[in-house]
């Protein structure tokens, strides 16, 4: 079945400086969704990439989608201590396959920021 | 206000204690999924429904139950609770455009199976 990988599972970064997380699947996916979890929060919905090699940006974040629709990055740039928390990526399947319907989530790149 | 309500928000049972967790979205959203959340596992989906009468396995739906008799509500039902059932259970929403879009997450449900 589809897995989903994300990569890093930690990472540790100091305020003002870049980081990039990356998400992997094991098979083509249909879109790509990113969520951000608070500690002790919900996850929330950041955004979602459609189109092959689609590129987003939001503010400070950059989000790519890979040309196969089987990858794709969360590039952070100069981190605030307001970005910390877990960062999920999670798509469905491709309409041609049986579990179209079935969202898999990474395991999610924990961030944390030092002053 | 838009959102996905889940109750109750905690929760301390006993194994083999039949339980139910509620999940109920005011946003008329086809989709609904239920969710576990443990250390260093990320999200992992236990049933989700494409819309009313429709249901369909995740990735861990062993020890789980679910229904959708109407469009709001996808309760959670666990028939004999165990201890490796505890966890963090989220349930979500959204809408279908071909396939799931942005999930609303309600809050979250902290069980201990004891």
């Known amino acids: 079945g589809q897995q989903v990988m994300q990569i890093p599972q930690y990472q540790h970064v100091q305020e003002g400086e870049d980081f990039t997380t990356y998400c992997n699947s094991s098979t083509t996916l249909s879109n790509i969704q990113w969520y951000k979890q608070r500690p002790g929060g919900h996850p929330v919905f950041l955004i979602q990439?459609?189109?092959?090699?689609e590129v987003k940006k939001q503010k400070r974040l950059t989000f790519q989608f890979g040309e196969a629709k089987k990858n794709s990055s969360l590039h952070i740039t100069a981190t605030q201590t307001t970005d910390v928390g877990t960062y999920f990526c999670?798509?469905?399947?491709?309409?041609?396959?049986?579990?179209?319907?079935?969202?898999?989530f990474g395991a999610g790149t924990q961030v944390v920021v030092t002053p | 206000e838009a959102q996905v309500t889940q109750n109750p928000r905690y929760l301390i049972t006993v194994t083999g204690k039949k339980l139910t967790v509620t999940c109920s979205q005011n946003?008329?959203?086809?989709?609904m999924s239920w969710y576990r959340q443990d250390p260093g596992l990320g999200l992992r989906q236990i049933y989700y429904?494409?819309?009313?009468?429709?249901?369909d396995k995740g990735d861990v739906p062993e020890g789980y139950k679910v229904s959708r008799k109407e469009k709001r509500n996808f309760p959670l039902i666990l028939e004999s609770p165990s201890p490796n059932q505890t966890s963090l259970y989220f349930c979500a929403s959204s809408f279908v455009s071909g396939t799931p879009g942005e999930q609303y997450f309600g809050p979250g449900t902290r069980l201990t199976v004891t």
């Open positions: 999670a798509g469905p399947e491709e309409m041609t396959t049986d579990s179209w319907g079935k969202l898999q």
């Open positions: 429904s494409m819309n009313v009468e429709v249901t």
């Open positions: 990439l459609v189109k092959s090699g």
């Open positions: 946003m008329n959203h086809e989709y």
